[in-house]
């Protein structure tokens, strides 16, 4: 595995033993931007893409990708919008809400609606022979290893009652029988296209008939956008989706439905036993710990490993190696008291580092040693060119890829 060091949002990209990769989201690049990235896996046979949430900050650097080379990407693997428990795919009704009623130029709360477009984008680019829809209960296979896709779940999510709410105002704002037909022709297509966003996603890979009906949907309520603008509630409708608890809300539903994937076992533990958890939040955890095993051989910590991420879940499964893609927040100091080797893209918000000066590591024992012994006497520690036995490797500029993280020489205790 390998974790690349980005300016915003995460990268994490698996190497199979065919010599396969599954980029696991791609956000703004830092080390040899995009054009490195793209050379460092353009001798691969095969390459697969993973979008774990529907936020700008997984997916930036994939459409700087596609410019470049549509056919870069042999496969993409994308999640589903979920329903309520009345069947309401709520996500998607805030996005097209969203971008009718918010100025375009003040964006989405620094997130991202490309639910609404990306399918059709994608499939314009690679084909949508080429897109493969994610939820709960489904599986892929990369690399000869099969994977079960343990969240979202796509009917009856669990919605906060909170973003409920905003989103059920916001359709009451439209309701009454005195506004404009344009109200009425507005509720009419957003039913619509939530329909064909549902069969677009019903079969893998994709269907083109589904995503041109769904683009076609779009355009439609892009071409009433104006009016419905000019309607007495625009006003209200705005108000709403200007809330902080509404963006707060928002943002927090985008990274509790993003995809929570595991290998499927086929016999005792092993190194394939890889969790993946995306952006997933505590609440997430807690509804797909029933389906998770009593330890794995790698660990993703979620949104780059902050403490309101934090599951106690992690803390009652084993896991022998622990990869934080950081980012701008500090890291939860509850990752560094687990008996795992932690691979981190940059220290600066460790806890640890900063309290102690040196990485965490050093006194952890590193059982792909033979014989086991302390990270310290990893070859890879000493030369940077040496393969790593567990190999996973950090791609960063201001470190080397071994799981020192600190810059001394390996043998300072």
Same mark, same amino acid.
């Given at each position: 595995?390998?974790?690349?060091?980005?300016?915003?949002?995460?990268?994490?990209?698996?190497?199979?033993?065919?010599?396969?990769?599954?980029?696991?989201?791609?956000?703004?690049?830092?080390?040899?931007?995009?054009?490195?990235?793209?050379?460092?896996?353009?001798?691969?046979?095969?390459?697969?893409?993973?979008?774990?949430?529907?936020?700008?900050?997984?997916?930036?650097?994939?459409?700087? =990708?596609?410019?470049?080379?549509?056919?870069?990407?042999?496969?993409?693997?994308?999640?589903?919008?979920?329903?309520?428990?009345?069947?309401?795919?709520?996500?998607?009704?805030?996005?097209?809400?969203?971008?009718?009623?918010?100025?375009? #130029? #003040?964006?989405?709360?620094?997130?991202?609606?490309?639910?609404? %477009?990306?399918?059709?984008?994608? @499939?314009? *680019?690679?084909?949508?022979?080429?897109?493969?829809?994610?939820?709960?209960?489904?599986?892929?296979?990369?690399? *000869?290893?099969?994977?079960?896709?343990?969240?979202?779940? @796509?009917?009856?999510?669990?919605?906060?009652?909170?973003?409920?709410?905003?989103? #059920?105002?916001?359709?009451?704002?439209?309701?009454?029988?005195?506004?404009?037909?344009?109200?009425?022709?507005?509720?009419?297509?957003?039913?619509?296209?939530?329909?064909?966003?549902?069969?677009?996603?019903?079969?893998?890979?994709?269907?083109? @008939?589904? =995503?041109?009906?769904? @683009?076609?949907?779009?355009?439609? !309520?892009?071409?009433?956008?104006?009016?419905?603008?000019?309607?007495?509630?625009?006003?209200? !409708?705005?108000?709403?989706?200007?809330?902080?608890?509404?963006? %707060?809300?928002?943002?927090?539903?985008?990274?509790?439905?993003?995809?929570?994937?595991?290998?499927?076992? *086929?016999?005792?533990?092993?190194?394939?036993?890889?969790?993946?958890?995306?952006?997933?939040?505590?609440?997430?955890?807690?509804?797909?710990?029933?389906?998770?095993?009593?330890?794995?051989?790698?660990?993703?910590?979620?949104?780059?490993?902050?403490?309101?991420?934090?599951?106690?879940?992690?803390?009652? !499964?084993?896991?022998?190696?622990?990869?934080?893609?950081?980012?701008?927040?500090?890291?939860?100091?509850?990752?560094?008291?687990?008996?795992?080797?932690?691979?981190?893209?940059?220290?600066?918000?460790?806890?640890?580092?900063?309290?102690?000066?040196?990485?965490?590591?050093?006194?952890?024992?590193?059982?792909?040693?033979?014989?086991?012994?302390?990270? =310290?006497?990893?070859?890879?520690?000493?030369?940077?060119? =040496?393969?790593?036995?567990?190999?996973?490797?950090?791609?960063?500029?201001?470190?080397?890829?071994?799981?020192?993280?600190?810059?001394?020489?390996?043998?300072?205790?």
């Amino acid at each position: 595995m390998e974790l690349h060091q980005m300016n915003r949002g995460e990268c994490v990209v698996l190497r199979g033993a065919d010599k396969n990769i599954l980029m696991v989201d791609c956000g703004e690049t830092a080390f040899g931007g995009v054009s490195g990235l793209m050379k460092r896996y353009a001798g691969i046979r095969s390459r697969g893409f993973l979008l774990t949430h529907w936020h700008g900050d997984g997916l930036r650097a994939l459409d700087r =990708i596609l410019r470049v080379n549509p056919n870069y990407f042999h496969r993409i693997y994308l999640p589903v919008s979920p329903r309520d428990k009345k069947g309401k795919p709520l996500l998607l009704e805030f996005a097209l809400f969203s971008h009718v009623f918010q100025k375009q #130029e #003040e964006g989405i709360f620094d997130l991202s609606t490309a639910v609404l %477009t990306l399918l059709p984008v994608l @499939a314009a *680019k690679t084909g949508a022979d080429r897109l493969f829809p994610l939820q709960a209960d489904g599986s892929f296979c990369f690399d *000869k290893v099969d994977y079960d896709v343990l969240w979202p779940a @796509a009917q009856a999510f669990p919605f906060t009652d909170l973003f409920s709410s905003a989103v #059920e105002n916001m359709n009451v704002c439209l309701s009454s029988p005195f506004l404009p037909e344009a109200a009425r022709e507005f509720l009419r297509l957003k039913e619509r296209f939530c329909a064909a966003y549902a069969d677009c996603c019903r079969v893998s890979p994709m269907e083109q @008939a589904d =995503i041109d009906r769904m @683009a076609e949907l779009y355009g439609r !309520i892009g071409q009433l956008a104006p009016r419905l603008r000019e309607l007495p509630p625009a006003q209200d !409708i705005a108000e709403i989706l200007g809330r902080p608890t509404t963006r %707060t809300a928002y943002a927090f539903e985008c990274r509790a439905s993003g995809v929570i994937f595991h290998n499927r076992r *086929k016999s005792e533990a092993s190194t394939d036993d890889i969790l993946m958890t995306g952006a997933a939040e505590p609440e997430s955890m807690d509804a797909v710990s029933p389906r998770l095993y009593d330890g794995y051989y790698i660990l993703k910590a979620p949104q780059h490993g902050v403490s309101r991420a934090w599951s106690h879940i992690f803390g009652e !499964i084993s896991a022998s190696h622990i990869l934080i893609t950081h980012g701008k927040e500090p890291i939860a100091g509850e990752y560094v008291d687990l008996p795992a080797i932690r691979h981190c893209t940059d220290c600066a918000g460790c806890p640890w580092m900063q309290s102690s000066g040196c990485c965490c590591n050093r006194l952890s024992c590193c059982y792909e040693l033979s014989p086991p012994g302390l990270t =310290i006497k990893c070859p890879s520690c000493r030369d940077p060119e =040496i393969d790593r036995p567990c190999g996973i490797s950090v791609i960063s500029p201001a470190r080397a890829p071994s799981c020192l993280c600190d810059g001394k020489p390996a043998n300072i205790n």
